[in-house]
């Protein structure tokens, strides 16, 4: 199930200040770019995730949000990198656009690399293969025994006539 598109909507004319903002599939939610720079997440339960460093967290927890968080079979994961942005601070425009910009600013400067596929990444670094070589071993020695000789069979007494 996506983020719900009347909240997305909603989101999107309270950041319409900020410039072009534009809503991007994420996952089971939608994410929200500028320039490029995904610094917003709305989860498919309408909650708005900004991202964070270590010198925007505390403005976060002041406020009491939490960290996004899954849960998985061996229990409740937090991703730190993203937290709750405060109802308050997205109805209030000029405290949107400061939280904002550094959200974006933080997402612009900690952007991680694009993924390769694992095929893709195998493929560059392997060196081309060589032609194999096939080792041709040396014929094994055949052992000469000595085949014993049959015993003459006993010469036959002639009848004598």
Aim: net charge positive.
């Amino acid at each position: 199930m996506a983020a719900d598109s009347d909240y997305v909507d909603f989101v999107l004319d309270c950041m319409a200040g900020l410039g072009p903002v534009r809503p991007v599939r994420f996952f089971s939610g939608t994410g929200l770019t500028m320039d490029g720079v995904q610094f917003a997440m709305i989860t498919k339960s309408s909650r708005l995730f900004f991202v964070v460093d270590d010198a925007t967290r505390p403005r976060y927890q002041a406020a009491g949000m939490e960290p996004f968080w899954y849960t998985r079979s061996t229990g409740r994961r937090e991703v730190q990198r993203w937290y709750e942005l405060p109802e308050d601070v997205l109805m209030d425009p000029d405290e949107l656009r400061r939280w904002a910009m550094d959200a974006i600013r933080i997402a612009a400067t900690t952007k991680k690399p694009k993924r390769v596929k694992p095929a893709a990444v195998k493929a560059a670094k392997k060196p081309a293969a060589k032609p194999k070589t096939v080792k041709m071993s040396k014929p094994k020695a055949v052992k000469k025994t000595a085949v014993p000789k049959r015993k003459a069979a006993p010469k036959r007494k002639q009848d004598a006539r």
